[in-house]
């Protein structure tokens, strides 16, 4: 049976491929855009199916495949007009955590290992490693960093489903290096940040799309690293981490 799965996304992929290049050499009278349209969707099934062959072979993965499945499947409808379902729907689904975490509360035989919900999130510099002044976790919910004259500080921050909303230009930032981490399983980020402040910034998602300073990457497994050229000289600056399974990431200079 795992065989099959493999074999099954196997075949997808080069199906996928296949199309993509009989469309660039004309074959097929299809535009790329078009068929990204109707591509990306079947991208998400696919990581869900992927995600739930490795829960089966013990590796984890069973909730973010059930998601994957569940919004891949309603963008694929929507695709063929059997319902209405846009990217920016996803959150919609946030009912979904409820029922995760029903089923995790749930006791069945004997009582197994306790697992934290944490999630630590490390920035690789060794040389000035911070202290997280700020560790919150969250189910759902909206945060804002936006009031007038909030100070910056070493800060990680969770979320299972919603929205962040960072608003560097009206904040206090000490002359320092300082992480700013930010983590979420499916939702929007939104970050503004002033003209004159150094800072390198490094955002991963699963499924969705990145936007840095008009430049869009949209799809699955998308990565976008960005540092100003004075970053290594300074001595006031942000590391910025963003990563997030499914939604969208968008950053802003002014």
Request: net charge neutral; with cysteine; charged share 25%.
């Amino acid at each position: 049976m795992k065989r099959m799965w493999s074999n099954l996304f196997a075949i997808a992929i080069i199906v996928i491929g296949l199309v993509l290049v009989l469309s660039n050499i004309g074959v097929i009278d299809w535009n790329y855009s078009e068929i990204w349209h109707y591509l990306y969707p079947v991208f998400i099934v696919l990581l869900g199916l992927k995600a739930l062959i490795d829960f089966l072979r013990g590796d984890g993965g069973f909730w973010f495949g059930i998601f994957c499945l569940l919004f891949g499947g309603l963008l694929v409808l929507d695709r063929f007009e059997i319902l209405t379902f846009e990217f920016s729907d996803v959150f919609k689904l946030w009912p979904l955590l409820i029922i995760f975490m029903g089923v995790s509360l749930l006791r069945f035989g004997k009582k197994g290992k306790k697992h934290k919900a944490a999630v630590n999130i490390e920035w690789n510099d060794r040389k000035n490693k911070k202290e997280y002044k700020k560790y919150q976790n969250y189910a759902v919910g909206d945060h804002r960093f936006d009031s007038e004259g909030w100070t910056v500080e070493p800060t990680q921050v969770k979320n299972a489903v919603g929205e962040y909303y960072v608003d560097f230009t009206k904040a206090f930032i000490p002359n320092e290096e300082i992480p700013f981490h930010l983590k979420g399983w499916a939702g929007e980020v939104r970050i503004i940040l002033p003209d004159n402040l150094e800072f390198r910034l490094e955002a991963l998602i699963k499924a969705g799309e990145i936007n840095v300073f008009g430049e869009t990457s949209e799809g699955i497994n998308r990565r976008t690293y960005y540092e100003t050229p004075g970053y290594a000289d300074a001595i006031r600056k942000l590391d910025i981490y963003i990563d997030y399974k499914a939604g969208q990431i968008r950053v802003d200079r002014i």
